[in-house]
C-alpha cells in the first residue's frame, strides 16, 4: 500500500520532515510514496495570494516534479477550489491508489489548520491515518514559553530563549535526501502554466527569470549570499541601492529551503556559533529568528489571521478614509520619492527591500493615517514571499499595532530615511527616472525646489503636509485612550 506525501508549503525534497518519514516508514513496509499538491485557486484568491507567487509556486512545482522523478515518486495534482473541497479530493486520490497513510508538514494559519482538521477527519473515517510534523521553523510554535507559561509576545525574550534552547538541546540536523524507491506504476501529472478558477485565474507573470525557482536555485542563492554577503551584511543590510541581502525570503515562503538549512550555513560562517565572531552572519541568525517570532505569533493568536489587531485597543483607532492617497501609495505617486520608488520596485518586481517596507508601511499608516489592513493587503497581492505571519507581524509592527516594544511611538520620517539609507539617491534613481538628474540632496525631498524647476520634473508634488502628520497620527492613538 503506497503512502501519500501532501506537499504544501514544503516544496524541496533536501532536508523535508514528512518525506522523510513517509519514505523511511514506507520502506520498512516494503510501500511506496506518492506525493500530492493541491491547487486551491478560488481560496488563493480570497488569502490575496499574488500572481508572482503562484507563478513561483508552479514553476517549483515543475523542479519538485523533476526532483521527485529521480527517487520514482510520482507527484499528482490534485484541483481543489477551496479547502473545502480538499478533503474529498485527497480521499479520492487515497482510494485510486489504496493508500492508509498521509503524511505532511504542518500548516499554523486558521483556515490552513481548519483544513487540516477537516482532511484528518475525513481520513480517519475510513481508517487511513494523518502525520504531521513540525517543519515551518527551528523551534516548533509552542515550545517556547514565559516563566509563566505564556507565548512570548516581545523579541528580544523570545530570541533569547530560542538560543537558549538550541544551545541546550543541539542545533536540528537538516535531514537528507530521502533513497530511491522502487519505480510505481503510478505517473506524475503535468503542472499547468496557468491556473483558471471558476472566479480567478492565474496567468504566467512576465518576468519569472527573477525569481529563479526550486531548492537548487535556493541552495545557490543561499551558497552565494554565505560567500560573498553574508559577512558584510550587518553594514549593507539596510541600503536598499546594495544588493546586500539574502533575498531567501520567496524560497522560505514556499519551502523551496528550509530555516535548517539557512541557519547551518550562517553557522558555518560564524565558527558555529549562534552569536558567534561574524556580525554579519549573527546579525542574519536574528532576521531568521524574527520570522520564528512571526509564526509562533500567529500560531498562539489566531486573532492575527482575521484582520484583528494584536493590540485590540488599537481596533478603536479612526483610521481616515482616503482612496485618493491610497490610490497614489498603491501606485507609487505620492510626492515623496523614497516612498514613490519602493512601491514602483513592487509592482514591477514583486519584491520590496525590508528597510523601505518599513518606510512604506509607516507612511501609509502613519503620514496618510490609513488603516494598515490596506496596506497588508496590496502586499499580499503583488508580494513574490508574500506570507500571513512576516507580512502581519511587519505590517502591524509599523503601524503600532502590533509587537513593536519601544516606549515611545515610532514615527519614521522618510525623508531622513531616505538620506540616511539611499544617501546617493541611488534607488531612487533606479525607480524614479523622473528624478534621475538631481543631485544627491534635492533627490530626497523636490519639494524644496522653486515652483518652476519643480513643474518641469513631471513629478507629482507631495500629497501630504508633513507638517501635520505627527499631530494628527499622535491625536489618534490618543483618543483611543480616553
Ligand atoms: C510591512 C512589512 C511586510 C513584510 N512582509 C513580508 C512577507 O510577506 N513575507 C516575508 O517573508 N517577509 C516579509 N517582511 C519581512 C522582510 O521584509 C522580508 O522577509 C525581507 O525583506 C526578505 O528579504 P531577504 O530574504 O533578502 O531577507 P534577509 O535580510 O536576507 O533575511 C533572511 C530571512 O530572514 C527573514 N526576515 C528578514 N527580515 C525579517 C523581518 N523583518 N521579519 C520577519 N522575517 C524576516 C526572512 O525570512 C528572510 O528571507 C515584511 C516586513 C515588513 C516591514
Avoid at 156 to 177: C, D, N
Avoid at 395 to 422: C, E, H, L, M, V
Wanted: some cysteine.
Amino acid at each position: 500500500m503506497p503512502t501519500l506525501m501532501w506537499f504544501r508549503s514544503d516544496l524541496r525534497v533536501t532536508d523535508n520532515t514528512a518525506l522523510w518519514h513517509a519514505c523511511r516508514d514506507a520502506s520498512r513496509e516494503k510501500a511506496g510514496v506518492v506525493a500530492v499538491y493541491t491547487i486551491c485557486p478560488d481560496q488563493w484568491a480570497s488569502h490575496d495570494m499574488a500572481p508572482v507567487k503562484v507563478d513561483l509556486i508552479l514553476r517549483t512545482l515543475r523542479e519538485l516534479s523533476t526532483e521527485l522523478g529521480t527517487l520514482n515518486i510520482p507527484l499528482r495534482i490534485l484541483n481543489a477550489p477551496r479547502f473545502s473541497d480538499v478533503p474529498a479530493a485527497l480521499l479520492k486520490v487515497c482510494r485510486e491508489v489504496g493508500a492508509q497513510a498521509v503524511y505532511l508538514n504542518k500548516e499554523y494559519e486558521i483556515n490552513e489548520l481548519r483544513r487540516d482538521e477537516a482532511v484528518a477527519g475525513a481520513l480517519a473515517d475510513e481508517e487511513i491515518s494523518t502525520h504531521a510534523f513540525d517543519d515551518q521553523t527551528v523551534v516548533p510554535p509552542g515550545s517556547l514559553r514565559t516563566g509563566e507559561g505564556r507565548w512570548y509576545t516581545v523579541f528580544t525574550p523570545f530570541k533569547k530563549s530560542w538560543i537558549k534552547l538550541l544551545e541546550a538541546q543541539g542545533i536540528p540536523e537538516a535531514l537528507p535526501r530521502p533513497k530511491k524507491q522502487e519505480p510505481l506504476t503510478i505517473t506524475s501529472d503535468e503542472i499547468p502554466l496557468r491556473i483558471k478558477g471558476p472566479f480567478m485565474t492565474f496567468d504566467p507573470w512576465p518576468r519569472p527569470e527573477l525569481w529563479p525557482a526550486g531548492e537548487k536555485a535556493a541552495m545557490k542563492r543561499l551558497s552565494r549570499f554565505v560567500e560573498k554577503s553574508i559577512a558584510s551584511y550587518k553594514d549593507h543590510r539596510d541600503i536598499p541601492g546594495i544588493d546586500g541581502t539574502s533575498t531567501l525570503s520567496h524560497h522560505l515562503s514556499i519551502g523551496s529551503i528550509s530555516p535548517r538549512q539557512c541557519l547551518h550555513a550562517a553557522l558555518e560562517a560564524n565558527s558555529g556559533k549562534l552569536d558567534g565572531p561574524s556580525p554579519g552572519a549573527t546579525h542574519w541568525i536574528s532576521e531568521l529568528v524574527w520570522r520564528e517570532f512571526y509564526r509562533h505569533l500567529l500560531a498562539a493568536y489566531p486573532r492575527l489571521c482575521m484582520g484583528r489587531a494584536f493590540k485590540p485597543e488599537t481596533e478603536r483607532i479612526m483610521w481616515r478614509d482616503d482612496p485618493e492617497g491610497f490610490d497614489a501609495w498603491r501606485e507609487g505617486r505620492t510626492g515623496l520619492p523614497i516612498v514613490d520608488a519602493a512601491m514602483r520596485s513592487l509592482l514591477h518586481t514583486g519584491w520590496m527591500h525590508n528597510r523601505l517596507r518599513m518606510v512604506v508601511a509607516m507612511y501609509l499608516t502613519k503620514d496618510l493615517l490609513i488603516d494598515w489592513r490596506h496596506g497588508e493587503r496590496h502586499f499580499m497581492r503583488h508580494l513574490v514571499d508574500g506570507d500571513l505571519a512576516q507580512n502581519n507581524g511587519g505590517w502591524q509592527w509599523s503601524a503600532s499595532t502590533g509587537t513593536d516594544a519601544a516606549p515611545y511611538f515610532r514615527i519614521f520620517n522618510p525623508i531622513s530615511q531616505s538620506r540616511k539609507f539611499d544617501p546617493d539617491g541611488t534607488f531612487i534613481r533606479r525607480w524614479v527616472p523622473e528624478l534621475a538628474d538631481l543631485d544627491s540632496e534635492t533627490i530626497h525631498d523636490p519639494s524644496e525646489l522653486p515652483l518652476l524647476l519643480r513643474s518641469t520634473l513631471k513629478y507629482p508634488e507631495p500629497i501630504v503636509d508633513r507638517a501635520i502628520v505627527k499631530d494628527r497620527v499622535l491625536a489618534a492613538f490618543q483618543a483611543i485612550k480616553a
